[in-house]
């Protein structure tokens, strides 16, 4: 079911509104295409009996994180047309923002540090698409100021820099064009306008929380997780 991040006026506030967002379309266009299943814990429903009948949260009960999607992955197991994404503006929940850098990272870090424990194993393929893409649209400009190499493609040269600058108009423009049902669901069409200016900072949280959430720890409810 839908959350939306509210109380957005600083940086970080508004970053966090735009990611969100983006997540909760893409969870509930992959759960209605049947790509993969994802939620939230801030708004999710499962009925007793679908509870017990994977037995509750026994076997994920010792992973720090995630139970949310744990035990949803469970039930789709069990019973795969289970599983839907309720569209409805009147059950919208709305959540606070984090409100540092840090902590955004430690929470982005500590979702990402799951994805290998997830059942459903069709989104794997598609978290390492994503974060292989981030990572080149991150790398490229390092590597063209290192070596601005020039290519032909269909008799058009262009350089690494031009090449990076393609690459980021096309992924906003593809992403907007997403998110603008997204957006007016939510009623924050508002924020399409400094999505643009957030792509850099998505990129490289991208990729620094997926490593981290693979290799490294995150600080959750006051203790150190590896």
């Given at each position: 079911?839908?959350?939306?991040?509210?109380?957005?006026?600083?940086?970080?506030?508004?970053?966090?509104?735009?990611?969100?967002?983006?997540?909760?379309?893409?969870?509930?266009?992959a759960v209605?295409?049947?790509?993969?299943?994802?939620?939230?814990?801030?708004?999710?429903?499962?009925?007793?009996?679908?509870?017990?009948?994977?037995?509750?949260?026994?076997?994920?009960?010792?992973?720090?994180?995630?139970?949310?999607?744990?035990?949803?992955?469970?039930?789709?197991?069990?019973?795969?047309?289970?599983?839907?994404?309720?569209?409805?503006?009147?059950?919208?929940?709305?959540?606070?923002?984090?409100?540092?850098?840090?902590?955004?990272?430690?929470?982005?870090?500590?979702?990402?540090?799951?994805?290998?424990?997830?059942?459903?194993?069709?989104?794997?393929?598609?978290?390492?698409?994503?974060?292989?893409?981030n990572a080149?649209?991150?790398?490229?400009?390092?590597?063209?100021?290192?070596?601005?190499?020039?290519?032909?493609?269909?008799?058009?040269?262009?350089?690494?820099?031009?090449?990076?600058?393609?690459?980021?108009?096309?992924?906003?423009?593809?992403?907007?064009?997403?998110?603008?049902?997204?957006?007016?669901?939510?009623?924050?069409?508002?924020?399409?306008?400094?999505?643009?200016?957030?792509?850099?900072?998505?990129?490289?949280?991208?990729?620094?929380?997926?490593?981290?959430?693979?290799?490294?720890?995150?600080?959750?409810?006051?203790?150190?997780?590896?």
């Amino acid at each position: 079911m839908p959350v939306a991040i509210n109380n957005c006026n600083s940086f970080i506030e508004i970053f966090q509104a735009l990611d969100f967002m983006t997540l909760q379309g893409i969870t509930a266009a992959a759960v209605h295409k049947k790509i993969h299943s994802m939620c939230n814990g801030a708004n999710l429903a499962y009925t007793k009996k679908a509870f017990s009948t994977v037995n509750g949260f026994a076997g994920i009960n010792s992973i720090a994180s995630g139970d949310d999607m744990l035990l949803m992955h469970k039930i789709y197991k069990q019973t795969p047309a289970g599983i839907a994404y309720l569209k409805s503006a009147a059950v919208i929940v709305q959540t606070t923002p984090v409100n540092t850098i840090a902590q955004f990272f430690n929470q982005r870090i500590r979702w990402a540090s799951k994805a290998d424990k997830y059942d459903d194993k069709r989104m794997l393929p598609v978290l390492v698409v994503v974060y292989f893409l981030n990572a080149m649209l991150l790398l490229l400009p390092i590597v063209a100021l290192v070596n601005n190499m020039h290519y032909s493609l269909f008799n058009i040269n262009y350089s690494l820099w031009q090449l990076w600058f393609v690459l980021i108009i096309l992924k906003t423009i593809i992403e907007i064009i997403f998110l603008i049902p997204v957006a007016k669901f939510f009623s924050k069409q508002s924020l399409l306008f400094l999505f643009p200016l957030m792509q850099p900072f998505h990129i490289i949280y991208t990729v620094i929380a997926g490593w981290l959430g693979k290799f490294g720890s995150y600080s959750w409810k006051g203790r150190q997780v590896k």
